[in-house]
């Protein structure tokens, strides 16, 4: 089952796990119209010293997030699909139902995904982490569900009603014991050209006693995927990272990839330690992200910026230095 499981990253991985582990998944619905307005829900689980499961929803439009804790038992996940329940809440690749009431968060909605496009999986890349996802005690490990989606649904949060015609949606995971120490995250899937979506993760990686920084994402264009990592042999360099900018370019066999993004506003959000939700991060739901991507003979192929990127620096100016 365990191998079964590796082909099928978006399960939950942890019903072994009784400590000092967390397993998160995270969907992003970004809306245009009526108004522009990210919203962030990401569930999940603690196993530590407090063990409890957790939803946290990010809204862009009201600058804040929110941490809504459940008592462990309120965890269900399905076995041999993704389906996770949380309470009355539910999360899956094709549908996400919530409805929350705690101090100073009011949100009910029902979302549906179209047109989904899935990290492609096989034996010798079981998925974004390539042969990574079979090396055992990794802190954390890191999984694409959808690299881009369609969001429909409708949903009220504190009063506000919206009904959502189109928005673009997005959706990952991470689980393990801990986040990178040091690290930078970056994600956009709103460029005007319809069916693009980037990701790309740069991280400081504890590996069996030793260390080293590295990296994997992708760029999905309308009729292909490109991705990359440190498995696959490509490069990257940090050109420039500042507390609220940051550029990073890429170099595979056949492209040279520049990623270039500014934060919007910040909204805090715990994040694990040792399985524990301990640890504050910063993430800016609505930042900018400029794409080009151009073959290796100097092609222009993509050059364009999405707005309502995804973006956490986090201790990043570390990895310019392999620290």
Known sequence: MREWKVFHPELFQGA??????????YCKIALQKPTPEVLCLISGISLSSDSHAFIQV??????????????????????????????????SRDTVHISIKTDGLDLVGDFTFSEVKQFPVSFTRPGIMGWYAYVPRMECLHAVVATCCTARGQYVLNSRSVDIAEADGYMEKDWGTSFPKAYLWMQANSFAAKGVSVMLSIAHIPFHGLSFTGFLGFIQLPDSLISFGTYTGAKFRIDEVKPTNVQVTISTKAYRITLSASLGSASGLAAPKQGSMERTIYESVDGTMQLRLETNQGELLFDACSPHAGLEFSEASHLMDGR
Do not use: T
């Not at 990010?58 to 269900?76: G, M």
């Open 58 to 91: 990010v809204s862009s439009l009201q600058e804040k997030s929110w941490y809504v804790r459940f008592p462990l038992s309120a965890f269900h996940a399905e076995k041999n699909r993704f389906i996770i329940h949380i309470g009355e809440n539910s999360f």
């Open 16 to 25: 072994k796990r009784k400590h000092k582990y967390f397993e998160g998944w």
